[in-house]
């Protein structure tokens, strides 16, 4: 029976893949969802895992759970590969997937603009791996610093570089600021605090670029006031891993840098022949239908759209979101032969947290800030986390990190969590002599 | 004030490592501990890492969070090199490190008996990184399995041999076929049940050997409930990633073998000119000093010594902690001038469990079996694990699976956990591909 039905095949697994995947389930189509891996992550909380506030288990959720009910889905673990428009046909790792439609939610990777050696020698936030990889080097410049003579040397292991002053930049050095100061402090009472800095490098004179100036002036103020150094108008030129280069030649000493300045579309949509906006995301048509190709939507980050006024849709889950709702809802409507509709956006509002008790969120032309935003942060984040015991384990952990002061998951991942065999069980000293035999080997 | 007291360094934060810094904690003396990993491995749940059920994350506890407020404690992270036992100092890869009394607890690691093919293409379970590569490679052959074609490959891909039937034997073989039984096929209803087969291989022909006989075939009997085959009188000569050959010729198509079959003393112990005991243990004196130097103390796994019967201690946490107060009592009586005493081993009691409802366990001459001994078996190990938050989270994660019959941490972690920051984000496929590319890295 299910070979009868139209076959609907999704690309990716994140908040706009899932949310079409489970707008489909009474639509009479055979869903494929295809992804690299088989968790959705949400992302929202990924900077707290990389400042040692939650596990990565706690943000991730197996895919095959969450559909576990739902009759018309299956799911299929491989990297996609390309896109046989014309011919309907996904092209994959593990073999080639016929479609009648196609639903393109590949998201965005990280984007370093030509800079080598910022994108050799930096960190990224963008999925487990790297939150994880950001977690083990602030630990690890704190261990190997406590364990240095030398005044320079040791400094430089105690900055920290985040680049990029939108969301991900101004919670992460916030985050970075607090697990520094309010944890990090109390296990190496041997280092003096003043050596330890996290410096939030913006190009622009401006954080949190799409929220009201008054939110933005409250972003930096509270910034200032957990001890994160906001550098406006700068720029990095370069980063070797021992120094951070300014446009204008200035340099900061870091072991550390931080990339939260640049995301783009997955390269995926390069090759679907259809022309790219900004960012490299799909100039999709107004039904979100790729140009020229009837039976191919893209949504989420890879798309590029423009709303009312002129303005990209961000690159954020609610306007993925609405977007597979739009998508399955324009699949059920061509399948009764009726005409598709433009996508319209609905600004559910923004927000962003910058640590214990502070954030700003705006909301319905509305402003908030300070205590009362950072409790509606929580809630809303709470609220939108899938299943019952990830939302439980990361209330406990966020509990645990506030009445104590605490982040419980300061652990150094020494070696690879891979798969192959031989590679996991080789000895990977944690040290300097490991990092070079890591790079020898990478 | 803290340069006159002597310098007590310990090696390894695992039990015996662990209790004696803390047993150190009034003794006027000053303790280092050094540690390739800054936590601290709560072993005996790893295999519920590997099985999907908690998260590393759980099991595993900062070192310096544990001994934040002992005043007279410094943490090392470094690789220990070796011991000039004469000259009193300890070689690390952070620089050398003078001590006026050594503990040394390092610990065992695995032994394949010079089996290099199973070392090769095999997988052990002696660390973090070697759970999450065992959870990782379970459910990525399911994973695969589901989009092969081939039955004989596909069986092949859902055999899963695990060699050798002591504790992490038994007890992973029956974690692992719950898994399979009461998870993964609810998660891949297209698979047949009966191609999934979960093979314990062992040597001799009893399981558990230190257990009474009764107990011994209890646990054979849960075991075969639990749709476990075990092959007694079995051993494993060959494994290429594809064929597990036993003695004899036989060979069983599988591509996942996890080796629980043998473990040995960190080869650390071998370059300390000591007489070396039965699997590459130091054999120290009935005081656990190293034979001609007596401010060096060997313990735990990596110490040979027997009981008043003649039998080896086994290479279990009870023995270690033990050896570690002994140990730190001894140097205080050192201090202090009086005589050494030898050590004797109290024997606690042994337990396994053996997945849901059931386990066994031999205390005091006493014999338990079924859900009392697992109840009692689960309570032990919640008493035991270091830290509140860690308790709480463990007791969550098992009451989850228990009333949901779920093993809610079914991640495959795609790409290395690893510090070095260009490595970490270089893209790794999940698929086949990404196999062979990391194997190339390798």
Chains 1, 2 share one sequence.
Not at 52 to 76: C, K, M, T, W, Y
Not at 348 to 375: C, E
Not at 378 to 399: E, M, S
Request: charged letters at 25%.
């Amino acid at each position: 029976m299910p070979e009868e039905r139209p076959h609907v095949v999704i690309v990716g697994a994140g908040f706009g893949g899932l949310r079409a995947a489970r707008a489909l389930r009474r639509t009479p189509v055979q869903v494929t969802l295809v992804d690299r891996r088989n968790y959705h992550l949400f992302q929202p909380l990924l900077y707290q895992v990389a400042t040692a506030g939650l596990s990565p288990e706690d943000i991730a959720h197996p895919v095959r759970a969450i559909f576990r009910r739902q009759r018309n889905f299956a799911f299929r673990l491989a990297e996609v590969l390309g896109v046989d428009v014309a011919g309907r046909v996904l092209r994959t790792s593990t073999g080639d997937l016929p479609f009648d439609w196609l639903i393109l939610a590949p998201g965005g990777t990280n984007n370093f603009f030509g800079l080598d050696s910022v994108e050799e020698n930096g960190l990224a936030l963008k999925d487990i791996e790297d939150a994880v990889a950001v977690r083990n080097q602030v630990l690890r410049m704190f261990e190997t610093a406590v364990q240095e003579p030398d005044a320079d040397r040791r400094r430089a292991m105690l900055n920290f570089v985040v680049v990029g002053g939108g969301p991900t930049g101004v919670e992460s050095s916030g985050a970075l600021s607090e697990l520094i100061r309010l944890v990090l402090t109390k296990d190496f009472p041997d280092l003096n605090v003043k050596d330890v800095r996290v410096i939030l490098v913006e190009a622009t004179d401006r954080l949190l670029g799409a929220m009201p100036e008054r939110l933005r002036e409250v972003t930096a103020e509270i910034l200032w006031r957990k001890h994160v150094e906001v550098r406006f108008g700068a720029q990095v030129t370069r980063f070797d891993g021992e120094r951070v280069v300014l446009r204008g030649g200035e340099v900061i000493p870091a072991r550390t840098l931080i990339w939260a300045a640049g995301v783009r579309a997955e390269p995926l949509v390069d090759g679907l022949g259809a022309p790219l906006g900004p960012q490299g995301r799909v100039r999709v048509r107004e039904t979100l239908q790729l140009p020229g190709a009837d039976r191919v939507f893209v949504i989420g980050d890879a798309a590029y759209l423009e709303d009312d006024q002129g303005a990209a849709l961000p690159m954020m889950a609610p306007v993925a979101q609405q977007q597979a709702d739009h998508a399955a809802r324009s699949i059920v409507r061509a399948l009764r032969g009726e005409p598709l509709q433009s996508f319209r956006y609905r600004n559910p509002g923004s927000m962003a947290t910058i640590g214990r008790n502070a954030a700003v969120a705006h909301v319905k032309g509305l402003q908030f800030s300070g205590f009362f935003a950072w409790v509606a942060w929580l809630v809303l984040h709470i609220v939108l986390l899938i299943g019952f015991r990830n939302r439980l384990l990361v209330l406990i952990n966020w509990a645990w990190d506030y009445f104590l002061y605490d982040r419980a998951v300061r652990l150094i991942h020494a070696r690879e969590m891979h798969t192959g065999p031989a590679e996991a069980r080789r000895a990977h000293p944690t040290d300097a002599a490991g990092e070079a035999a890591a790079k020898k080997a990478g």
